[in-house]
């Protein structure tokens, strides 16, 4: 690339003349958001994915909201700006041993997280979102048990939130796996006036010194309509990009992993494989682009679907 290319202007110039629309996670760098149509969590990136008249998405997060967006709008060109952006609960839960699972519980209704791949929403009964799980788990009739996959974390915690008896996928993600008690606890007490908000996905330990628990965007509302000027944020903390925005004069921390351990370890090794260069390229290319064989889509879209009615 030549150096002296402008990419903002090149990737604007590219969104007009490809008629694209770029969608951005809460955990992109800012600038990545900042250039984005709209920023926000997979459930409602999936709702504008299915919306766009748009001929190109562009999908700025990781490779399985890609996939997601082209199983929803299978005419569109779907592109990512890094092939190689996996995720860790998606990698923990692969197709054969799933299919296992519930074959071992034949009368339990697969409740799958969306950070999971094509293959094993195929195999599932209905997806969710840390935003809409409490509610869909509630919509389901209650003489059936629930099988919850790939987070262990999430899932425990809404089978807390919902009395609903569930066996769990030992699934869990590198981030919020790795946020410390002890640091938080140590944290707190250099900031006492700070509230704790926390992603689901982080373990029981993190979570039970949590004044709020809920999905990037939950945390995101939270903070804002909140009076209070502080706040220990334990999830991918490029969400604090929005929060910044949304409240200028609030103080925001990101929660500690163990001691000793980097600043910006909980930056999300696979959300920051996007750069603006890989944007731009995946723009002019028209690729990487996500391919879903037709069969394998159609079984995927059917629990995603029943997602989008029970939360809508
Ligand atoms: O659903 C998402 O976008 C993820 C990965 C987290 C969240 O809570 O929004």
Same mark, same amino acid.
């Given at each position: ?75 569109? $060109? %779907?592109?990512?700006?890094? *092939? +190689? ?9 692969? &197709?054969?041993? =799933? /299919? ?26 209905? $997806? %969710?979102?840390?935003?809409? *799980? +409490? ?9 059936? &048990?629930?099988? =919850? /996959? ?163």
């Amino acid at each position: 690339l030549d150096p002296t290319l402008d990419l903002v202007e090149a990737i604007n110039r590219l969104r007009r003349e490809k008629n694209a629309v770029i969608l951005a996670h809460y955990y992109q760098e800012g600038e990545i958001q900042d250039l984005a149509d709209f920023v926000g969590d997979s459930l409602d990136l999936s709702r504008k994915a299915a919306a766009t008249t748009a001929d190109m998405i562009v999908f700025c997060g990781v490779r399985f909201m890609g996939e997601v967006a082209k199983i929803l709008s299978p005419s569109k $060109i %779907v592109v990512i700006p890094d *092939a +190689e952006a996996g995720c860790s609960l998606e990698e923990s839960c692969r &197709p054969e041993p =799933f /299919a296992a699972f519930r074959a071992k519980h034949p009368d339990h209704v697969a409740v799958t997280y969306i950070n999971c791949s094509a293959d094993i929403k195929a195999l599932s009964d209905v $997806i %969710v979102t840390s935003s809409n *799980a +409490e509610v869909i788990v509630n919509s389901l009739p209650l003489d059936k &048990p629930i099988l =919850f /996959a790939p987070d262990r974390h999430l899932g425990a915690f809404i089978a807390k939130k919902t009395g609903r008896e569930m066996t769990l996928w030992p699934g869990s993600c590198i981030i919020h796996e790795q946020f410390s008690e002890k640091e938080l606890v140590k944290l707190k007490t250099r900031h006492p006036q700070a509230l704790v908000a926390a992603h689901p996905e982080c373990p029981e330990t993190v979570l039970r010194h949590a004044d709020y628990i809920g999905s990037t965007k939950g945390i995101l509302e939270y903070v804002v309509k909140t009076d209070n000027q502080e706040f220990i944020i334990a999830t991918e903390p490029h969400i604090i990009h929005q929060m910044t925005k949304a409240a200028p004069g609030k103080t925001f921390i990101p929660a500690p992993f163990a001691e000793g351990e980097c600043a910006s370890c909980a930056d999300c090794p696979f959300m920051a494989k996007n750069t603006l260069e890989k944007i731009y390229l995946a723009m002019a290319n028209a690729g990487p682009a996500i391919e879903v064989p037709e069969d394998l889509r159609i079984k995927a879209l059917k629990p995603l679907e029943r997602m989008l009615e029970l939360s809508a």
